[in-house]
């Protein structure tokens, strides 16, 4: 019976885009990298046909190229030509590749599982986000290829044979489903099945969606929109996680230094590298945060905002997003409360000169006689 279930549905045509997500810097100038690659200096062509020109209000609007790739094999399936850079302002760049595939559950697993461990694959678009840094290192305020990195993979498939629609897929393939979408090719507890195809969207009777923290499952033979809502959504992850490391780092690096300040300091004569590097934090932090959290709106298409929503509940942004905000009121409460104990401290040495400077004319009044 098992064995029957794999033959009767079989992938005639589709596509699996891995995605890898980096930062390389606090702020680029989009303007400035679109004339450098122009120029040849680095070897891609950009790409002026963006996907999902309509509904997609970016701020400003990501610069996309493409590079030629010599094929890459992973397990039983190889890389098509060609790989796609997608920079944004505020420092994120995806790589995506695209592996064409075929055949049924099976295959789907084993490649799912085989692409989750592409150490090849990884390494290549390492070396293509570090080419394109020092391309670009000009246009790029802090730059630096983080070691934080996001990867996704997202099914795509346009022709298939099953003997069920594409309505029944969710409750007649869910097992199978699920093991893609989790890279498992052991079989899943009905709870962890339940959990992986519970974010499912369709917006006609003939597509299907489903989106999972590891992957995006979807039965669609046009679904450019939706995958750019899944880059930008992974992109944002990564953003996120990064920001949250760097405030994590920077609340450490700030408590060390109050306890070791300069004489000067504890004097409140000095303001302090160590102020100064608070409020520079708690400044970049701030910036990062609200250019991650603006850069896009979806207008006018509910469906896409719906995916958005789907994809941001997968990835809990909503948590990350709070963290993020507890810490940076963090950073900016702890600045204010140095900047403010330094104030009173040098009130209180002013207090200290001006007995002393009293003393010292009552003294001298009377030595002075």
């Avoid at 309509?54 to 039983?76: C, E, H, K, N, W």
Wanted: proline letters at 3%; glycine letters at 6%; a negative charge.
């Amino acid at each position: 019976m098992e064995t029957k279930r794999y033959v009767e549905f079989q992938v005639r045509k589709g596509v699996c885009f891995m995605l890898y997500v980096y930062d390389l810097g606090l702020e680029v100038d989009l303007d400035q990298c679109r004339r450098s690659i122009s120029a040849g200096s680095l070897n891609g062509d950009l790409k002026t046909n963006r996907r999902a020109p309509r509904y997609f209000d970016y701020r400003p609007a990501p610069l996309r190229m493409t590079q030629a790739i010599s094929p890459i094999t992973v397990g039983a399936s190889t890389t098509s030509d060609p790989v796609e850079i997608v920079l944004y302002d505020f420092g994120g760049v995806s790589v995506t590749y695209a592996v064409p595939f075929q055949g049924g559950w099976a295959d789907l697993r084993t490649l799912s599982a085989a692409l989750c461990e592409a150490e090849e694959l990884k390494t290549d678009s390492l070396r293509r986000v570090t080419e394109l840094l020092e391309s670009i290192r000009p246009a790029v305020k802090k730059p630096g290829v983080s070691d934080f990195v996001e990867d996704y993979l997202i099914f795509q498939i346009e022709e298939f044979d099953a003997a069920c629609p594409v309505s029944q897929l969710n409750e007649r393939y869910a097992a199978e489903m699920a093991q893609v979408l989790r890279a498992e090719t052991q079989a899943l507890s009905d709870g962890e099945i339940a959990d992986a195809i519970s974010c499912r969207i369709g917006f006609g009777p003939d597509d299907v969606a489903l989106i999972d923290w590891n992957a995006a499952l979807a039965f669609d033979r046009d679904m450019d929109d939706v995958r750019a809502v899944l880059e930008y959504a992974t992109v944002e992850l990564l953003e996120l996680r990064f920001l949250d490391h760097q405030l994590d780092a920077s609340l450490d690096r700030s408590y060390e230094r109050i306890l070791r300040r300069t004489p000067l300091e504890m004097l409140g004569l000095s303001r302090g590298s160590g102020l100064r590097q608070i409020g520079q934090f708690q400044v970049d932090g701030a910036i990062l945060f609200e250019r991650v959290s603006n850069a896009i709106k979806l207008l006018g298409d509910q469906y896409l905002a719906r995916v958005y929503r789907l994809a941001s509940q997968r990835f809990h942004l909503s948590e990350w997003n709070a963290g993020i905000l507890r810490k940076l009121e963090a950073v900016d409460n702890l600045y204010e409360k140095i900047s403010d104990r330094n104030a009173n401290r040098r009130l209180e040495i002013l207090e200290w000169i001006i007995i002393l400077l009293i003393a010292f004319e009552i003294v001298w009044s009377f030595v002075g006689k």
